[in-house]
């Protein structure tokens, strides 16, 4: 398995649920595995169709939703050696039975599958009579109408249990309370299934949510500049919010474009790939934008509005910082956001004929959703509890922690002043209109009702309205004013407010800190998380970005397919100027090693020579922990590319048959390589390619030649040995072993 897991992915290790779930694959039980965001979940069911045995079936098929994806995901796969395919309506006819022929014959190892052409005619006929190892069913949330993503389609998955009804299953999700847990296993009538619940926390993110400033385009703007030329998501609720903000964006000279499901097709598939290709930075969306995006430096995510909820918010939040480095989410809050919500829900619910069920679980999950926003509780400890799990301490990485907020100066005072301009208004009015008497506006409808004469007016006439509204919103979470339901909702006064208005009770209002204070919290935790790159290193990083995206336009892949973020991190701090050096970074599997190591190796040279940056620096103290293996000494460039890959893998003892699969050599050459390898590295043992026995055998038979040739000896063992191994022990021998 380590073997597979280096040569294909290059990673060292699985981690821990991945290995649970990796082992309950192995075992043929069914499982059900919970992984937030980024947590690591394809690898769960990617990896065990290459640990079966010949005369096992193997093929794995993945249901997913999400078809943008599925193609990524297999360009990925095939780029890095893998057998994989995809069924679904936008797979061209002649691939498709091209993937249909390769299940066929046994060659596809995975075969990705939308519910659709799943539940299509004959289809189900058709799979039975492959030979089927286990079923995968990505996103499996969307089975169950306790979740936030229902999916009717989903629902029918329980038909493809029937046909196949062998086949252990296999589900994946990154969010599930543990009602929606109980309910997947159910709807897909596991049996005894393992249940693999992830840690939600993502340590990695900085959460903050910010009281919305007037409709948020400028506090929109301030988070995006902390993360000038990076790729960022802003989530709005309506279509018009997002194209006013694009356009606003654009203007002030952001890569910015709009997506919202009432653009066409094309316009949407366009912005996608303009995203994943990283031909654009910022999206401004509304929900429909995200499922099937997996572009893995989304460096910061921003809610222009409050998401409906938590598990929305996770979702969508989670698209940050999937590669693992750090990452900012920013939720810009009013309570009127609920209200909106509220509104939309109802519409949709008349509209859809949707079962009164529905509708009180997603007023209920909005109800959360508020709470969470409004809450003053570490948001990193808000969300595991959320999800049932516990986190503990200090997370450093939140508003609340860092104490973001400051509070607003007078509060009790100017709470006291909102709430007795609310009493003496009598009927209930918006936010804006309150807002607008407090600051003794002379507007026509002001005088026409004579508000000018209350003796609230005017009162709070240095604060700006948007701030304003922004603390009628605090109050409205505190309880002391209620938010009535409607078109034009109005506000007014709750028994809460008596005992303040009274002077009894103090009142805590807040409003955000200057931007420059939150830029250096975030400095201090990437250089904690050993993530901050010194000037030169970014330089370096940013060449490798670019010949990211040129190596990746010629492959006609998205960038990610080639290396993470986390991978070119560690190239620009190592610089390794060799191919064992570069094998060497997390992230570098074999066939990449082979195809793209050269010209990575070329362009960390010229990039480096050009910063005034050594090759190979030792390990400095500030970076070898996160990263764990040291830096390796320089050595001499020379071997071609597919030598200096098969090397590495003879290091790992791979079998000659795998490493000719992995590198598309003939086995002959592979031989070749190996009695080279053997020849320069002199290793202590070959037992990887001649077992003892044979090696034995062949001592004895060359101790009596006077020459180093294989051809005499092969025949004084009357051929009993193959010709390859019996030179790979020669060549051993040789070495004085
Ligand atoms: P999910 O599907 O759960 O959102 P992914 O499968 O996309 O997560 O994996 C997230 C990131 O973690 C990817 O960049 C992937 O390469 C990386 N990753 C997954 N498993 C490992 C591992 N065992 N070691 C190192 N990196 C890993
Ligand atoms: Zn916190």
Same mark, same amino acid.
């Given at each position: 398995m380590q073997d597979v897991l280096t040569r294909y992915w290059g990673f060292d290790t699985l981690r821990p649920l991945q290995s649970e779930a990796v082992a309950a694959a192995r075992a043929g039980r069914d499982s059900l595995v919970v992984l937030p965001?980024?947590?690591?979940?394809s690898l769960c069911y990617q990896l065990p169709p290459l640990l079966r045995?010949? $005369?096992?079936?193997s093929l794995t098929v993945v249901v997913s939703p999400l078809i943008a994806l599925m193609k990524d995901q297999v360009d990925g796969l095939v780029l890095g050696g893998y057998p994989a395919a995809a069924l679904h309506g936008a797979v061209p006819a002649n691939e498709a039975a091209e993937a249909r022929r390769g299940v066929e014959r046994g060659t596809i190892k995975l075969l990705y599958v939308s519910p659709e052409r799943l539940l299509s005619e004959g289809f189900l006929g058709w799979l039975s009579r492959q030979r089927v190892a286990a079923l995968a069913i990505d996103? =499996?949330?969307?089975?169950?109408?306790?979740?936030?993503?229902?999916?009717?389609?989903?629902?029918?998955?329980a038909e493809v249990r029937e046909a196949l009804p062998d086949i252990p299953v296999h589900a994946f999700t990154a969010t599930a309370t543990p009602r929606v847990r109980e309910d997947i296993a159910a709807q897909l009538q596991m049996?005894?299934?393992?249940?693999l619940v992830g840690t939600?926390?993502?340590?990695n993110l900085t959460y903050r949510v910010l009281p919305r400033v007037g409709n948020g385009e400028a506090q929109v703007e301030a988070v995006l500049r902390r993360h000038a030329g990076e790729a960022a998501i802003v989530y709005c609720i309506s279509r018009k919010q997002t194209e006013s903000l694009a356009d606003h964006l654009s203007a002030r000279g952001f890569s910015a474009a709009a997506y919202h499901a009432g653009l066409d097709v094309g316009r949407r598939s366009q912005v996608q790939e303009d995203f994943l290709d990283e031909r654009l930075d910022v999206v401004v969306a509304t929900?429909?934008?995200?499922?099937?995006?997996?572009?893995?430096?989304?460096r910061a995510v921003v809610h222009a509005s409050m998401p409906k909820s938590v598990e929305a918010y996770q979702q969508e939040t989670g698209r940050a910082g999937r590669d693992g480095l750090p990452a900012e989410c920013v939720l810009l809050y009013s309570s009127a956001d609920a209200v909106k919500w509220s509104q939309l829900m109802e519409r949709s619910a008349a509209e859809a004929d949707v079962p009164v069920a529905v509708v009180r679980a997603q007023r209920d999950l909005l109800f959360q959703m508020q709470r969470f926003a409004a809450s003053a509780r570490c948001r990193h400890q808000s969300l595991s509890a959320y999800f049932g799990q516990e986190l503990q301490g200090d997370?450093?990485?939140?508003d609340v922690c860092n104490q973001e907020l400051e509070e607003f100066p007078d509060s009790t005072t100017v709470a006291r002043k909102i709430l007795s301009c609310v009493a003496r208004l009598r009927d209930p009015y918006g936010a804006a209109y309150i807002a607008d008497v407090l600051r003794g506006s002379n507007q026509a409808k002001v005088i026409q009702r004579s508000?000018?004469?209350?003796?609230?007016?005017?009162?709070?006439? $240095?604060?700006d309205k948007d701030t304003l509204v922004s603390l009628i919103d605090q109050l409205v979470d505190l309880g002391a004013l209620l938010r009535d339901e409607g078109d034009y909702p109005t506000i007014r006064l709750t028994h809460t407010a008596t005992p303040i208005l009274r002077g009894d009770v103090p009142v805590r209002l807040v409003r955000v800190r200057p931007p420059e204070e939150l830029v250096a919290t975030d400095q201090r935790r990437k250089k904690a998380q050993g993530a901050a790159l010194g000037p030169e290193e970014q330089a370096v990083f940013d060449d490798l970005r670019a010949l990211r995206r040129q190596l990746a336009s010629e492959r006609g892949v998205p960038p990610y397919v080639i290396f993470g973020d986390a991978p070119l991190m560690e190239m620009a701090r190592?610089?390794?100027?060799?191919l064992a050096g570069f094998a060497a970074?997390?992230?570098?599997g074999a066939a990449k090693l082979d195809q793209l190591g050269e010209r990575f190796l070329a362009a960390i040279e010229t990039s480096a020579a050009a910063r005034g940056l050594a090759l $190979?620096?030792? =390990?400095?103290p500030r970076l070898s922990a996160p990263l764990g293996a040291p830096a390796k000494a320089p050595e001499p460039r020379g071997p071609t590319g597919a030598r200096a890959a098969a090397s590495v893998l003879f290091a790992r003892g791979v079998a000659i048959a795998d490493v000719a699969t992995t590198l598309d050599r003939a086995p002959g050459t592979v031989v070749q390589y190996l009695v080279e390898w053997i020849e320069q590295e002199?290793?202590?043992?070959?037992s990887a390619w001649v077992d003892d026995a044979t090696l034995a055998r062949v001592r004895e038979a060359a101790a009596?030649?006077?020459? $180093?040739?294989v051809r005499p000896v092969f025949e004084s063992l009357g051929g009993t040995v193959d010709y390859d191994q019996l030179r790979v022990a020669m060549a051993w021998l040789r070495t004085g072993a």
């Open positions: 965001t980024g947590g690591g979940k045995g010949a $005369d096992e079936p996103e =499996a949330h969307c089975i169950s109408q306790w979740g936030h993503d229902f999916r009717p389609e989903y629902r029918r998955l049996r005894d299934p393992a249940m939600f926390d993502r340590p929900v429909a934008f995200g499922m099937g995006i997996d572009r893995g430096d989304v997370c450093g990485g939140c508000h000018h004469l209350l003796s609230t007016y005017g009162l709070l006439r $240095d604060v190592r610089r390794p100027s060799s970074i997390k992230g570098v $190979d620096p030792g =390990a400095s002199q290793p202590v043992t070959v009596g030649m006077d020459s $180093d040739r």
